[in-house]
């Protein structure tokens, strides 16, 4: 069972604009920033967004991450057929002598 | 261009040790945070630990007492060392590349740029 949780599932029509949800607590994302990462089927994940908002180069602006308080999200605008996939968001924690930690993961299914 | 390659036995037997390399083509190998996650089947994504060169090492609490992570940087090789394992410990392991800093804004950021291909492991006698 992972420290953050995200929603099973998220669908949404072509053009749509979808979220993704990442829950957490005072010892990750209340006190870290959140990353989010995008695994395409069959292959090994990539970096989607770092520090809350910031996007890698060659990511699409379709993609926006925020925080607050111990919650985060991924938004997909213009949602398109190859934005299916898998999502997991990712944020240090402090506690334990501090160690990273994965999101239960989503699965977006564009309709 | 970057990359990342993973090697080394698909098929380990419960109790015994679990070790993997990665070799990198990487310039600064000796200048980022250098890991491992790993990802059960039909399962999410599971941090094991990572290495920085001259600094240290950071491990999952739950794997500390099994896991060890060490780097050649002459070699230009990281490898993976998980003792004791069991079939829960059955996955696809990646090695990674990533970037750690701390400001007042973002607090402890950590986050994975690069990522190996991944190499399918599984535990079983």
């Known amino acids: 069972q992972s420290v953050l949780t995200q929603p099973p599932s998220v669908s949404g029509t072509p053009g749509q604009r979808v979220t993704i949800s990442c829950s957490g607590g005072?010892?990750?994302?209340?006190?870290?920033?959140v990353n989010w990462y995008q695994q395409l089927p069959g292959t090994a994940p990539k970096l989607l967004i770092f520090?809350?908002?910031w996007r890698p180069s060659g990511v699409p602006d379709r993609f926006s991450g925020s925080r607050s308080g111990t919650s985060a999200s991924l938004a997909i605008t213009g949602l398109r057929s190859e934005d299916e996939s898998d999502y997991y968001c990712?944020?240090?924690?402090?506690?334990?002598?501090?160690?990273?930690?994965f999101g239960s993961g989503t699965r977006v299914t564009v309709l | 261009q970057e990359q990342l390659q993973e090697s080394g036995s698909g098929l380990v037997k419960p109790s015994e040790t679990l070790s993997l390399t990665c070799t990198v083509s990487?310039?600064?190998?000796?200048?980022?945070?250098w890991g491992w996650v790993r990802q059960p089947p039909g399962q999410g994504l599971d941090w094991i630990g990572y290495?920085?060169?001259?600094?240290?090492?950071k491990y999952k609490p739950s794997l500390d007492r099994r896991v060890s992570i060490s780097l050649d940087i002459s070699k230009r090789q990281l490898s993976l060392r998980l003792s004791f394992v069991t079939a829960a410990d059955t996955a696809v392991y990646y090695c990674?590349?990533?970037?750690?800093?701390?400001?007042?804004?973002?607090?402890?950021?950590?986050?994975?740029?690069?990522w190996g291909q991944g190499i399918p492991v599984t535990v079983s006698s």
């Open positions: 520090n809350d908002d």
């Open positions: 990674a590349r990533g970037e750690t800093y701390y400001d007042v804004s973002s607090g402890n950021a950590h986050y994975i740029e690069s």
């Open positions: 990712a944020a240090w924690d402090d506690s334990l002598n501090g160690f990273y930690v």
């Open positions: 005072i010892s990750n994302i209340g006190s870290n920033s």
């Open positions: 290495i920085y060169h001259n600094v240290g090492t």
């Open positions: 990487a310039p600064a190998i000796d200048s980022h945070y």
